[in-house]
């Protein structure tokens, strides 16, 4: 059976050890998946066919994972960075419609037609 409270010491020092061992691991920025999250949050409130999620590798990088009903989830993209990730992520799936009011829809009207010269 695993001690948890005997993990819960170890791990720091077992950190501390693998830090002074390789220094290269502090250069690695800590990436906030907030952001990521976020992102598959709304691919999923605009795509409700599929079932999106987010994966995340040891070195920090993201990848999108999709999943149809009744079936295993697929890897849909590479790893990447986290804005990488964010702007694949809106890019995915279907895209949600910009609303223009009456107001916009006459002044583009009116400055397309003062470019013709109407």
Request: glycine share 4%; charged share 30%; no cysteine.
């Amino acid at each position: 059976m695993w001690d948890y409270a005997r993990a819960a010491y170890h791990v720091p020092r077992l950190r501390a050890i693998a830090l002074d061992w390789e220094p290269a691991l502090t250069e690695v920025p800590a990436m906030r998946s907030t952001k990521a999250s976020a992102a598959v949050a709304r691919l999923n409130t605009r795509d409700p066919d599929h079932r999106y999620s987010l994966g995340m590798t040891a070195a920090g990088f993201f990848y999108l994972l999709r999943a149809s009903a009744g079936s295993a989830p697929e890897k849909i993209s590479d790893e990447l960075t986290l804005e990488e990730f964010v702007a694949f992520a809106n890019k995915t799936g279907p895209q949600k419609k910009v609303r223009i009011s009456k107001y916009d829809a006459a002044f583009e009207k009116q400055l397309s037609d003062r470019k013709n010269g109407k």
